[in-house]
């Protein structure tokens, strides 16, 4: 789909990766999960959410009986930031057509962001010059927003970025009610019943 992407020099990150990870799941995926970058497993493996991150968002899908297979996983950086430090904003303008080419190809209904950069990307409408006015995700969790990319009409649900469960277990009673809400949200705008919900103590 973004072929091209995989020989991408448009930023200084093509210099010090190992792997563009473009994405993984089903490119028919209702529901598509948007984090912030690779990691270090990501850019070996050349696959997003493969980590200890991914462990915990295959217990998210888990909890409203989906599977990584059942949805789509994207980054808003295709290439590893060195030593996992945060996106720099001109990275995000100069990668981000990559994510916006693939929103347009995978129509999702549903895209849950994960964590601050995927939600102020996608909130501010893919401009990344409007994603300082967008607040934080500890405000924006749990909420469902619509949101216009392109003409087209996206329900879009900000989550906790999986990391955050790794080191604040409190998180996980929230995140358990986010998860409720995805579900009642893919439910509706689907019309495809999901599992009974579970919660995240289970997994
Ligand atoms: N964190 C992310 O945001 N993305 C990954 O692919 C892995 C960890």
Redesign the pocket.
Same mark, same amino acid.
């Given at each position: 789909m973004i072929e091209e992407a995989k020989t991408c020099t448009n930023c200084e990150l093509s210099k010090t990766r190992t792997n563009v990870?473009i994405g993984k799941g089903r490119e028919d995926a209702e529901i598509l999960l948007i @984090?912030? +970058?690779?990691?270090r497993n990501?850019d070996e493996q050349g696959l997003?959410?493969v @980590?200890a +991150?991914?462990k915990n968002l295959d217990k998210f899908l888990s909890v409203i009986g989906l599977s990584s297979e059942d949805v789509y996983i994207a980054?808003i950086l295709k290439c590893r930031p060195p030593e996992n430090r945060d996106p720099k904003p001109d990275e995000i303008k100069i990668c981000t057509p990559w994510l916006i080419k693939q929103i347009e190809h995978i129509k999702p209904r549903v895209i849950c962001t994960?964590?601050n950069y995927s939600t102020k990307f996608i909130l501010s409408k893919c401009d990344p010059d409007h994603m300082k006015s967008i607040g934080g995700i500890s405000a924006l969790h749990g909420k469902v927003v619509t949101v216009v990319i392109n003409q087209t009409e996206y329900k879009v649900i900000p989550l906790y970025?999986p990391?955050a469960l790794i080191y604040n277990r409190s998180l996980q009673s929230q995140m358990d009610e986010d998860l409720i809400t995805v579900k009642k949200t893919v439910e509706k705008y689907t019309g495809t019943p999901l599992a009974k919900q579970k919660s995240l103590s289970e997994f």
């Open positions: 990870v @984090g912030e +970058a690779p990691g990501e997003p959410f @980590g +991150a991914g980054n994960l964590g970025h990391a």
